[in-house]
C-alpha cells in the first residue's frame, strides 16, 4: 500500500519546469515561485524570534526542502538556457553566454 502524496494547490495556468501551460505542474510539486515565496515567509517567522525551539526547527526542516526545490528549479533554468540552434541541417546546443 502506498502513502499517499501531500497535496498543494497549483495556480490555474501554472507552467510546468519547461514553461509548458499545456503541461502543468503536478499539484504535489510546487513551482519555484510558490517555493521561494513560502521560504521567504518561513525566514521572516524565523527572524522574529518568536517560535518555540520545536517550531524553529520545524521551521527550519520546511526551509531546507524548499530550499532544495529552489534551487534544482533554478539547475533546470540553467541548463534551459542553452540555446538550440540550426548549423548546416543539424541542431546543435549552443551555451547561452557563447552567443555574438
Not at 507552467?15 to 502543468?24: L, V
Not at 499539484?27 to 524553529?56: H, I, K, N, W
Request: one cysteine or more; a negative charge; charged letters at 35%.
Amino acid at each position: 500500500m502506498t502513502t499517499p502524496k501531500k497535496k498543494i494547490s497549483v495556480p490555474p495556468g501554472a507552467k510546468s519546469e519547461n514553461g509548458s501551460p499545456e503541461n502543468p505542474l503536478p499539484e504535489d510539486r510546487p513551482d519555484f515561485e510558490q517555493s521561494l515565496a513560502e521560504l521567504e515567509g518561513v525566514v521572516a517567522r524565523m527572524e522574529e524570534g518568536e517560535l518555540t525551539l520545536e517550531e524553529t526547527l520545524d521551521n527550519f526542516e520546511r526551509g531546507i526542502e524548499l530550499s532544495k526545490i529552489c534551487q534544482k528549479a533554478l539547475a533546470g533554468a540553467q541548463q534551459r538556457v542553452r540555446i538550440l540552434t540550426e548549423k548546416e541541417g543539424k541542431f546543435e546546443i549552443e551555451p547561452f553566454g557563447d552567443r555574438p
